[in-house]
């Protein structure tokens, strides 16, 4: 499953997860805003910016449909 670090108010965030429900990606998502621990977490991994997805490879920063598209296989 997706794993996908966001914040309130964040449109890029926004934009992340409608794209996810619109292809069908399963993801759970974790607040940093109300996840002090989460936040630290992308902090401690040297994230500067959310939103964070985690997939099956590498991490993919920021609202990147043409990496995101490669989740939905």
């Known amino acids: ?3 996908v670090y966001s914040k309130n108010n964040c449109m ?3 934009m992340t997860k409608r ?5 069908s990606i ?3 998502e974790v607040n940093v805003d109300s996840d002090p621990a989460a ?3 992308l902090k401690d991994q ?3 910016s959310v939103p964070v ?4 490879q590498q ?3 920021g609202f990147r449909p043409d990496q995101l598209k490669s989740l939905a296989v």
């Open 26 to 28: 399963p993801y759970e």
């Open 12 to 14: 890029q965030c926004k």
């Open 19 to 23: 794209y996810l429900n619109e292809h």
């Open 53 to 56: 997805i985690f997939g099956k």
């Open 39 to 41: 936040l630290e977490f």
């Open 46 to 48: 040297g994230f500067q």
């Open 59 to 61: 991490a993919i920063i």
């Open 1 to 3: 499953m997706v794993k």
